[in-house]
């Protein structure tokens, strides 16, 4: 068993940053890939970047490229997102996500592909 715990959020002004975490604890970090995700109130939860085991290769959803980056510790068992240039349109709930079929090379924005999840953390940015 897997589990992730989120934190960093907060409230924002535009154009601010903001660096989140996701702590995991059970199983082998390092063999997971991990992703970020969000969900806005009223709209359905989106891929936001990912990260393979060894960090190696990143993914990003177009509307956060350039401005977000994906980063992980394995010695310390986090995976990181580092928000920059925020937007209003940022405005969501947070999570991190696990899959335990990881690879170097691996890197995946399907939300069914990942089998652990942690409970968000709210990141709010005032316009």
């Known amino acids: 068993q897997v589990h992730l715990v989120e934190s960093g959020g907060g409230l924002v002004q535009a154009g601010g940053s903001l660096t989140l975490s996701c702590a995991a604890s059970?199983?082998?970090?390092?063999?997971?890939?991990m992703g970020w995700f969000r969900q806005a109130p009223g709209k359905e939860r989106e891929f936001v970047a990912a990260?393979?085991?060894?960090?190696?290769?990143?993914y990003y959803v177009d509307s956060v490229k350039g401005r977000f980056t994906i980063s992980r510790d394995n010695a310390k068992n986090t995976v990181y997102l580092q928000m920059n240039s925020l937007k209003a349109e940022d405005t969501a709930v947070y999570l991190c996500a696990a899959d335990i079929d990881g690879r170097p090379w691996k890197v995946i924005r399907a939300q069914i592909s990942y089998d652990y999840w942690g409970q968000g953390t709210q990141v709010t940015v005032s316009s």
């Open positions: 059970g199983g082998t970090f390092g063999r997971y890939g």
């Open positions: 990260i393979s085991t060894n960090g190696g290769q990143t």
